[in-house]
């Protein structure tokens, strides 16, 4: 069995460890998780569930933020 | 307040059960560098400033977010819906927002046209009638529509925001008449949201009575950000003051304003 999955993070393909949690996937990505929210299949996941969440393949994962904006 | 001005008694700029001192709110988007906004946000005294939801940039070429420059402290930060064309989306975007931010107020656009940019008052009523059920302090970017600005205010928006022209244009306040008559109308706070370009725009803006005024581009766009920003200040100060003050009646004939008693024969 293939140790790695295919998702999508903020519509690009990405391959994460198989069993990765979402907040596992932050830390690979270097993100602060206080500093993003987390969108997994349109739902929002809060940040004390962040640790709880199994990555599935093919899950769309979208990570945001606050940017400048009028 | 200057002492010039301590006989007019404002009352308090209020949305959503919040008061604020200045009613000014400006926008962070389109500043050349981070440091530029930050010291014209603080020279234009504004306390409510938007901010836009995005992805966050997973390669790190670009900027970080817009909060390591800004202090979320200082700042009342109010998200917007900017580049969302349906109301589903302004949702999502909505909801992301609440999550990521400091407060449930949200800045409701849903445009309708890409050329103008010119909001989608059916999606906004949805929109706004979807978010204001789940809680939701809705500030809905508008046009000058008095029909469509009642909508909004009977689905609960917390503030109608119409424009004075096309967000980015700078055109000034296009519609005097429709602005003033839906803040008569309306027992809401209307926010003049979108195409100030300068500062008699600002000032003319806040002589119709409205209760605020929401700019980006007028200050980003601006030779000098910082300088405009205090000119905005002064300018929506003025205009506010003005408008407190009551102006003179128009009068199409002279009349002197010097005694025509006591004039040599």
């Given amino acids: 069995m293939n140790d790695t999955i295919d998702v999508t993070v903020n519509g690009e393909p990405r391959v994460v460890a198989r069993g990765a949690t979402l907040l596992a996937l932050l830390e690979s990505l270097a993100l602060d998780p206080r500093a993003v929210v987390v969108e997994h299949n349109r739902t929002i996941v809060r940040r004390p569930r962040l640790a709880a969440v199994t990555v599935a393949p093919g899950d769309a994962i979208e990570l945001v933020h606050f940017v400048g904006g009028g | ?265």
């Avoid at chain 2, 949200?106 to 706004?128: C, F, H, N, R």
């Avoid at chain 2, 766009?221 to 000119?231: C, F, N």
Wanted: glycine share 8%.
């Fill in chain 2, 1 to 265: 307040m200057t002492t010039a001005v301590e006989t007019i008694r404002d009352v308090p700029f209020t949305i959503g059960g919040r008061s604020f001192h200045s009613r000014l709110m400006v926008g962070t988007g389109k500043y050349r560098d981070n440091d530029t906004m930050a010291r014209a946000i603080e020279a234009s005294g504004a306390e409510i400033v938007t901010v836009a939801v995005r992805r966050v940039d997973l390669d790190r070429t670009k900027e970080e977010g817009v909060l390591y420059h800004l202090d979320a402290k200082r700042y009342f930060l109010l998200a917007n819906t900017a580049g969302c064309y349906t109301a589903e989306d302004a949702v999502r975007y909505a909801r992301l927002a609440r999550e990521a931010g400091f407060n449930e107020f949200i800045k409701l656009e849903v445009i309708g046209d890409q050329e103008t940019l010119l909001p989608d008052v059916q999606g906004l009523l949805v929109a706004t009638r979807t978010l204001v059920a789940e809680g939701f302090k809705v500030l809905a970017y508008t046009n000058e529509d008095l029909v469509t600005a009642l909508r909004l205010e009977d689905a609960g928006c917390a503030a109608v925001m119409p424009l004075a022209s096309p967000i980015g244009s700078g055109l000034g306040l296009l519609n005097p008449f429709g602005v003033r008559t839906i803040k008569r109308r309306l027992t809401v706070p209307v926010v003049v949201d979108a195409g100030v370009g300068t500062a008699s725009d600002a000032c003319l803006t806040m002589e119709q009575g409205v209760d605020g005024i929401l700019m980006n581009t007028a200050l980003a766009a601006a030779r000098d950000p910082v300088a405009m920003a205090r000119a905005m200040r002064l300018a929506v100060e003025a205009g506010r003051t003005a408008y407190l003050a009551g102006r003179m009646p128009k009068r199409e004939v002279a009349v002197p304003s010097s005694p025509l008693e006591g004039m040599l024969d």
